[in-house]
């Protein structure tokens, strides 16, 4: 009652009745938290909803995956989300949507919190208008690394890499992952003809990578 009622001080929430409902979503999302970070993520959560016009609920499920998938406090994803924000990745109000969706394929690929939103802003930098595109091509490459079948292998082998070196360093996850990530990438962009490039880029990144333009994703 005394967050509650603080909270409505600070002139957050429409009515005591919403800041209420507030506190049941993200205790609901969240679980029990200690009453000073209650109040500061739904009074965050407030100010992301005011400033970007982003769902509530979807801003605590984005704060949830970054907490669980990168070990982060709250207080470091609402400062990341907000940083993502303003460099346009919210441009088709969806960015906590993208998070929720897409952050565990990034931390499986051995990339911790700020990767994923450098990854996110230099792609939109580029000039990629559909950050789901972006994120949807790390996922298809996520799973590709993972499922071992001939496709996959004949890209590695076409690329001149050692198929068991790279799937092994991408089974490790972490750093291993990360530099098996970048020895792949490098290598599909040091293809000099354009087609093979991008039969090679389809075949790992599946079509958002046609569909992207190489650029975008060579710039994540």
Known sequence: KDIMETIYRNNYGESIQDVADKMRIVSNILGDLPDEELQSVVEKSYMLQDAYDMDFQENIRGVNALMDQFGITSE?????INQG???GLNQNQDLTDQIAEYSTYYAKLGFDAEDFFNIMISGAESGAYQIDYLNDAMKEFGIRTKDNSSSTNDAY???GLNVE???????QGGTKAQEAFATV???????????KRNEIGVALFGTKFEDLEESAVFAM
């Open 76 to 80: 470091q994803a609402y400062e990341l």
């Open 85 to 87: 924000a303003q460099k």
């Open 157 to 159: 082998t076409a690329l």
């Open 165 to 171: 070196k790279i799937n092994n360093q991408f089974a």
């Open 185 to 195: 990438t490098q290598a599909i962009m040091s293809i000099e003809d354009p087609v």
